[in-house]
Nanobody
Framework: QVQLIDSGGGLVQAGGSLRLSCAAS????????MGWFRQAPRKEREFVAG????????AYADSVKARFTISRDNAKNTAYLQMNNLKFEDTAVYYC??????????????????WGKGTLVTVSS
């Protein structure tokens, strides 16, 4: 079983950047495809980005394409989400998650097996 600790959230002005990190312990991160999800107040948790075990393949929600970049460093057991040109509507709690499935499984919260506790990103307009 893997434990995930997500961090890096904070308050940023619109147009700014943040980098979220997801540190894994308990098992090697390379065992899992990874995903980032977010949940805004009164909304359902939604897919943001996913990355395959090797890091070769990635997927993004349309709303974040060309602004967010998911990556991973398996040697450091850490995954990242670089967020640029942040918008007010990006405000949410962001969660990293791991799945024993493929990259396709990261497209939905239902496909994930393990979750971090979340980190709050607040974008001021």
């Amino acid at each position: 079983q893997v434990q995930l600790i997500d961090s890096g959230g904070g308050l940023v002005q619109a147009g700014g950047s943040l980098r979220l990190s997801c540190a894994a312990s308990g098992r090697t991160l390379s065992t899992y495809a990874m995903g980032w999800f977010r949940q805004a107040p009164r909304k359902e948790r939604e897919f943001v980005a996913g990355i395959s075990r090797s890091g070769v393949s990635t997927a993004y929600a349309d709303s974040v394409k060309a602004r967010f970049t998911i990556s991973r460093d398996n040697a450091k057991n850490t995954a990242y989400l670089q967020m640029n040109n942040l918008k007010f509507e990006d405000t949410a709690v962001y969660y990293c998650a791991a799945t024993v499935g493929s990259l396709k499984a990261t497209l939905s919260p239902d496909g994930m097996n393990y979750w971090g506790k979340g980190t709050l990103v607040t974008v001021s307009s």
